[in-house]
């Protein structure tokens, strides 16, 4: 009678009694099925079994090298210089990458003291220098105004990491205007024990042009509109006060502005992390930008490959076995 019943089962495609299901961890495996992962926490791809975690590290790395490579096409975009209107002719910022500014210069502060230029250099901190004019009516207040945005968002705090000059190229500029100035822009930063690191700068015709000549730094006065003709931009300065970068605009990077600090700095402030980047990311000097070293962003990719890679084998052989032992 049994016997009946298991034949009339096979042929109604039935499985006989007591017969192991494919869908069992142990059919699979006698049919060649891959086994699941042993957390079971997987996506499957055909008759592959992937965890999750390692397409997710996968993507992540495609996600950060879309940038850099759409860094590679990208470009300075400018107007030639022979389509700029005769005032604009000679503004520019002419680079002069590791050229020293002259600490023997002597100018006022916003307390009316005559200072030097070096009384703010070797103390170890790398220098931000903003060239403008205090009474302008636009372009210089845009610039104090993207630079303080985007201290603001640093983590470095102003006045311990790194310090700020912002010296007036017009010589009719007194101190009071200075402090005005500074009070201004120190209540828009916003952090406290700030004063004694951003420090606003008047001087005379001389001593001006001996600064802006040594950063390069072109601008002229325009008689028909009553004003300065100048570049917009700001420089880093390492801690003896030589030029490291420069930043062109008025809105400027903080991620582009804190690795130009560590730089300039020689690695004096700033985090592991930070290296990383600077291995991953150069300034380039054309934009005044930090750009993608794809070489580089590769060797880092294969070296998270590899440690991603190793951890899944070494988490499969520990708990492969155990996961079969328990089947």
Known sequence: MKQRITQRNTSRGEAPEGAMKVGHPAAQSMLGAPPSPPWGWAVRV???????????????LLIVSIPSLAQMTSGPVGVPAQDLPPSLANVRFDQKLDAQVPLDAVFRNEFDQPVHLGDYFNQGKPVILSLVYFDC????????NGLSSSLRILQFDLGKQYDVLTVSFDPREKPDLAAAKKRAYLQRYGRPDAQNGWHFLTGDEANIHKLTNAVGFQYAWDAKTQQ?????????????GRVSQYY??????PKDLRLGLVQASQNRIGTVVDQVLLYCYHYDPRTGRYGAVIANILKVAGAATLLILGSFLVILFRHGPRNHAQV
């Open 46 to 60: 055909g008759v592959f079994s992937v965890p999750r975690h390692v397409l997710l590290a996968t993507v992540v």
């Open 248 to 253: 062109y605009g008025v809105e400027y990077s």
């Open 228 to 240: 300065f003709a100048h570049a917009a931009g700001i420089m880093v300065l390492t801690p003896e």
């Open 137 to 144: 009516p636009m372009l210089c207040t845009e610039v104090l």
